[in-house]
């Protein structure tokens, strides 16, 4: 009995009980993650009926769209995703292609004053960007608690503790056009 008594203290001294709170908090961040993407996985099929009543020569444009969101829906997310760097990144890549996809879909909203105009095509937009919002959010919520997990993985004495009991750290956000988006944008004003 004493022995597990200072067994116990032991452990909640050198970590162990941080780092199993740490790992928790990123779980919990990342099926809030999980959970607004698929809000967004499900709303995209109305948004792409709602734009194809209108738009009969964008196909190709809804088309991408159509296979992006399938491509998302058919990877196999699990909790162990946030343990697989490289699935990881192969999630993130499909959720991006999506998000390009959404992009090209919404410039086609654009060019159809009739479309713009639509009740029923403004509320699935006010939709996506809602989702876009909570997405981002979620994603910082994450980015947050991955951060103090793997502060806490890698900081001495706790990071004698992870070694032992396994606890390794965990794959961030990134993006993958980097130099692309660290370019100040070019504003233009057309002048007739």
């Known amino acids: 009995m004493l022995v597990l008594a200072a067994t116990a203290t032991m452990l909640s001294g050198c970590g162990y009980n941080t780092l199993q709170s740490g790992d928790e908090q990123v779980r919990a961040a990342w099926a809030e993650v999980l959970n607004q993407y698929q809000r967004r996985a499900d709303l995209i099929p109305n948004l792409v009926r709602t734009v194809e009543g209108y738009a009969q020569q964008e196909r190709e444009v809804l088309k991408q769209v159509t296979e992006a969101r399938s491509r998302v829906g058919s990877l196999q997310v699990t909790p162990e995703l946030i343990n697989d760097p490289a699935a990881f990144e192969k999630f993130q890549q499909a959720q991006g292609e999506l998000s390009g996809a959404l992009s090209r879909l919404l410039v086609v909203a654009e060019q159809y ?35 103090a997990y793997n502060t806490t993985v890698r900081q001495f004495p706790s990071n004698l503790t992870a070694m032992v009991f396994g606890f390794a750290v965990k794959p961030g956000f990134t993006v993958q056009n980097e130099a692309e988006i660290s370019r100040p944008p070019e504003v233009k004003f057309q002048t007739q």
Do not use: C, H, T, W
């Open 113 to 147: 004053p009739n479309l713009k105009s639509d009740q029923n095509f403004r509320d699935l937009q006010a939709q996506l960007e809602g989702s876009e919002n909570r997405i981002a959010v979620a994603r910082n919520r994450y980015i947050a608690a991955v951060q």
